[in-house]
């Protein structure tokens, strides 16, 4: 029994691995979106894609603290999403500009990775890699 357990560990180990479970592998698949949404994506090297299916984290909103606060944003109320560096190395500073309202500045985990598919396949970066999002 013990060796049944042990060789099931190894196999469903070594799929999720080659399954894109761990964070740094190529995104095979990327999540479905609630709604659709596309998207410029300005990489911190100057290099810009355009992006269906835009996702944060999977979803369709932006999402992380105001203050004390934690709050959302949806897509739907962003014409543009700025992302700087924050004093603290394992947050990111995104600034959403909105389509009908100020601006509002939030602070993200850095590491919250963006999908989406272009028409060469499919994207994935993190957040602390994006300088710009623009929404059509």
Known sequence: MRLFTLALALVLGST??????MGGDAPSRI?????????????????????????????VF??????????????????????????DKDKVTVMAVLKD?????????????CYGATPFGNYKIEIEKVRR????
Do not use: C, K, W
């Open 62 to 87: 932006l999402y992380g603290n105001l203050g004390e606060a934690q709050v959302t944003i949806p897509f739907e109320r962003i014409s543009e999403v700025r992302v700087e560096p924050h004093p």
């Open 101 to 113: 309202a100020d601006p509002v500045t939030i602070t993200a985990e850095h590491d919250m990775p």
């Open 16 to 21: 999720a691995v080659a399954g894109g479970i």
């Open 31 to 59: 999540p479905i979106p609630a709604e659709e949404f596309s998207a410029s994506v300005e990489d911190t090297s100057g290099t810009i894609v355009s992006v269906e299916r835009v996702t944060y984290n999977g979803e």
């Open 133 to 136: 999002i623009a929404f059509p």
